[in-house]
């Protein structure tokens, strides 16, 4: 079974504090995108990596893929209110299927 | 552009009741799929199609079925809805394998 875990599960942190979400499989993708949720909406999509090493910027948000393409990390400099919200990975093996991770819950505190 | 459109938002049915969730998406995207999202359970798979009159299972098929008799329409029905069933559930599509996904806002199921 194809696994993708998120670390951490929850994350309150303070108005301008950085932090860093990350997502880690045994398997090796071929695509990860990182998605954002709000309350009552669908999952929207923030970035696509596609290349080992791969880093992308999104104004304040860091994205990377790891050189084997089994792991992505999250970054968030000085974070705002309005990033509040459910931060979800998701893994393209080449199929159909994508692969989910759980979540990560943020929230910060203005 | 309305995108992924799911109907309705919200519905609460009894143990043993029917009901079809409603999707439709106007990206002209071959590829459509059915999730489920529950607590600390990220979203799961339930049935897909890669096209008009093909379907097939995902993660978590039992008691769902589909069908895909237009590019543009993809419901979901419940056959005698059980409690295990309450979720939110989500529609998504896409235009390939590895093209990021689309999502309708989901439907609030509740069953008593």
């Known amino acids: 079974t194809q696994l993708l875990e998120q670390s951490p599960q929850f994350l309150s942190i303070q108005e301008g504090e950085n932090l860093t979400v990350y997502c880690n499989s045994s398997?090796?993708?071929?695509?990860l995108q990182w998605y954002r949720q709000e309350p009552g909406e669908g999952p929207v999509l923030l970035v696509t990596?596609?290349?080992?090493?791969e880093v992308k910027k999104l104004k304040r948000l860091t994205f990377q893929f790891g050189d084997a393409r089994k792991d992505s990390s999250l970054h968030i400099t000085a974070a705002q209110p309005g990033d509040t919200g459910l931060y979800l990975c998701?893994?393209?093996?080449?199929?159909?299927?994508?692969?989910f991770g759980a979540g990560t819950r943020l929230f910060v505190k203005a | 552009n309305a995108g992924v459109t799911q109907t309705p938002k919200f519905q609460v049915l009894k143990t043993g009741q029917s009901m079809t969730l409603q999707c439709a998406q106007d990206?002209?995207?071959?590829?459509m799929s059915w999730y489920r999202q529950d607590p600390g359970m990220g979203l799961r798979l339930i049935h897909y199609?890669?096209?008009?009159?093909?379907?097939d299972q995902g993660e978590v098929p039992n008691g769902y079925n589909v069908s895909r008799s237009t590019t543009e329409d993809f419901p979901l029905r419940l056959l005698s809805a059980a409690p295990s069933q309450t979720s939110v559930y989500f529609c998504?599509?896409?235009?390939?394998?590895?093209?990021?996904?689309?999502f309708g806002d989901g439907t609030r199921l509740s069953i008593l």
């Open positions: 990596v596609v290349t080992g090493g």
């Open positions: 398997s090796v993708f071929s695509s």
């Open positions: 998701a893994g393209n093996t080449g199929g159909f299927k994508t692969i």
């Open positions: 998504a599509s896409r235009g390939g394998n590895n093209q990021p996904q689309h």
């Open positions: 199609s890669v096209g008009a009159g093909i379907t």
């Open positions: 990206m002209n995207h071959e590829y």
